[in-house]
């Protein structure tokens, strides 16, 4: 498997590459060679008649999707090789040459190579063009664009050419190529894609244009480009935007980016749906799957779709539609809705959000270095009281669960509720697992991305060194909850009041002042909310593009932070 040679292009429509397809199509003894480095033509002819009885043969025995659909000869490297395509995958295996009779010697046993078709996001036809030629040329067969697999979770893009000089013989693999493409419903066709250009030291634009659009156009996907000029544009134009008539949409920047992109496509399905925006008891799913481009200070959302924290990777995960529902947190006040999101943190982590918020003219890992020092030299309690509702586990249907849940937020009964209270140094609150290069296991790594529930994690107050020791068994292989200070809970919703002085936890009449506003972390974004919020968790409200971030394996990773 290796990618074209310099003077041949793979056909494409509206570009120098040039896909016409059928354009400038010529008969098989029209220009061409004598000879082909796969097959004469009355072989190529005889391979047709076969591929098509056996196709109908197939069809007839209702087994098309097992059956072979062509077989042909294709030059594939240095070797010719005899190629069978089916619906599941292409195969092919080099053409042992004949020995006399009599001759001495064994035979070379050749291994079968194959693709699966599920891998190949692109095909065209592959020409050779005299320099300043746009169209037409010399045909040389056919480069299938597949997916691959690297070490740690990662993807590439790679080029397999199917080398055969017969006009007619490559048409008709084109044709079935294309059908085949075609089947895989989950592809996009088209996409919203939102870049925001002030994304870590202002690359995402760069990002976009030079290393992922190439692959969308090439795998035919159109897009419509908008460069965000302002915090919350993305969120106005997508309230405003008919989001049905694309396949999906796609932002390029961090994790404030993707939670602001996600929480706008949430608000418009309700909006669609004549929802009330502010009654999200039972909100409705998103209509259109969300892509993230890791292009950001912090990605920690397209990390742990992914696996790996990978621009590539990202972008084939999208143009193969690879799609994973995921749960999402909705957070609101007594009166009505704050936001959609993944994950929220307050204490430690949020002010530290807040003091890098305010020294954004420094590089961002210096800023946040800088940002975690200050805030641990100053490291103070959070005093509130968390209520929290706990995971039912039982042997009940999905539908029968959800009525369960539902009825059980909808009660005032406290008998439903626990409750825990006092002096906190840090609060987690997250429906993913979160994962990232400071926390390669995840900064909550018993989360699953759709599993109906939160992980509430909840560090008491303790002496500075003991909370420095905690934050650095994230990066390590050692159990960051082992501590007498650290409670990890798994919970259906939330509801957190922020006191401001020690005593109110004792006096339930001096709650927190309505008019005072604390700093969440939410996926990144800072956020100054009052002091009571209640997070609801949505199971599977929304489908993000990525790989089966369950399943991948977790790279080693060194903490950067401390």
Known sequence: MHRPG????????????????????????????????????????????????CEEEAVAGGEAQQQPLLRGIFRIGKESCDVVLSAERLRWTPIQPERPAGGSG?????????????????????????????????????????CLKKEQNKLKDSALNLSNLSEDHCYLWFKYFKEILHGFSSRPKSLKVFVNPSSHKREAARIYHDRVAPLFKLADIRTDLIVTEYEGHALALIKECDLKSFDGVVCVGGDGTASEVAHGILLRAQIDAGRDSND????????????????????????????????????????????????????????KLLRFGFSAMFGFGSRTLAFAEKHRWMPSDQRKFFAGIKTLANLKPEYCELSFLPLMHSQQTAPEKDRKKQERLKSDSQDLWDRIQGPFLNVSIMAIPCLCSMAP????????????????????????????????????????????????????????????????????ENVGSAEETYPWNVDGDLMEWTSEILVRVHPALICLYGGNADTVDNPKGKCSCL
């Not at 590459?17 to 010529?26: F, T």
């Not at 995960?317 to 957070?331: T, Y």
């Not at 995840?442 to 060194?465: E, F, Q």
């Open 6 to 53: 310099r003077l041949a292009w793979a056909e494409r429509k509206g570009d120098p590459w040039g896909a016409e397809g059928g354009a400038g199509r010529r008969g098989s003894g029209s220009g061409a060679p004598s000879r082909s480095p796969s097959a004469s033509s009355s072989s190529s002819t005889g391979l047709e008649r076969g591929a098509q009885k």
């Open 441 to 508: 296991r995840g900064l909550a790594p018993n989360t699953r991305l759709n599993d109906g529930s939160a992980g509430l994690i909840v560090v008491r107050n303790t002496s500075r060194p003991q909370f420095v020791k905690h934050l650095k068994r994230y990066a390590g292989i050692k159990n960051q909850f082992s501590f007498p200070f650290v409670e990890t809970y798994t919970v259906e919703a939330v509801k957190v009041q922020l006191r401001t002085r020690k005593e109110d936890c004792v006096n339930e």
């Open 280 to 335: 999200v008891l039972e909100p409705v799913e998103a209509q259109v799957p969300l892509g993230i481009i890791p292009a950001g200070t912090t990605n920690i959302l397209a990390h742990t779709l992914n696996g790996v924290q990978h621009i590539i990777t990202a972008a084939l995960n999208i143009i193969l539609g690879h799609l994973q529902p995921v749960d999402v947190c909705s957070f609101s006040s007594p009166t």
């Open 106 to 146: 064994t035979d070379l046993q050749y291994q079968e190579e194959h693709v699966e078709m599920k891998d190949v996001f692109s095909v065209k036809l592959k020409r050779r063009r005299s320099a300043g030629q746009q169209k037409g040329g010399l045909l040389l067969g056919i480069t299938l664009f597949v």
